[in-house]
């Protein structure tokens, strides 16, 4: 079992820019990659990047998000920068066993975190 806690989401304005942080513990080395999602009220859960244990990345935003490992903190993190308010949703990260990559769907990841807010306000 992988567990992961989502931090730094907040109110910001249009333009700033916010670091998310997404911790992992327990059995660590199941995970063989860690995305992170968004869900905007009333839409399903999109990938934003993410990234493998061996360091590969995958971005589906416009670059102006950057995905990262912290590996003296066992976390993955989230840099978000020139945000806009259609970037405000619950960002959540996941883990999966999988080996395969890129993997875009949430369906193919095992562990969620309970997620962080973000809003942007303009």
């Known amino acids: 079992q992988v567990h992961l806690v989502e931090s730094g989401g907040r109110s910001v304005q249009t333009g700033g820019s916010l670091a998310l942080s997404c911790a992992l513990s327990?059995?660590?080395?199941?995970?063989?990659?860690v995305a992170w999602f968004r869900q905007r009220p009333k839409e399903q859960r999109e990938m934003i990047a993410g990234?493998?244990?061996?360091?590969q990345t995958y971005n589906t935003n416009s670059g102006r998000f950057t995905i990262s490992w912290d590996s003296v903190n066992n976390a993955v993190l989230l840099q978000m920068n020139s945000l806009k308010p259609e970037d405000t949703a619950v960002y959540y990260c996941?883990?999966?066993?999988?080996?395969?990559?890129?993997?875009?769907?949430?369906?193919?990841?095992?562990?969620w975190g309970q997620g962080t807010q973000v809003t942007v306000s303009s």
């Open positions: 996941a883990a999966t066993e999988l080996l395969n990559w890129p993997l875009v769907n949430a369906y193919f990841y095992d562990y």
């Open positions: 990234i493998k244990t061996d360091g």
């Open positions: 327990g059995d660590i080395r199941n995970a063989n990659a």
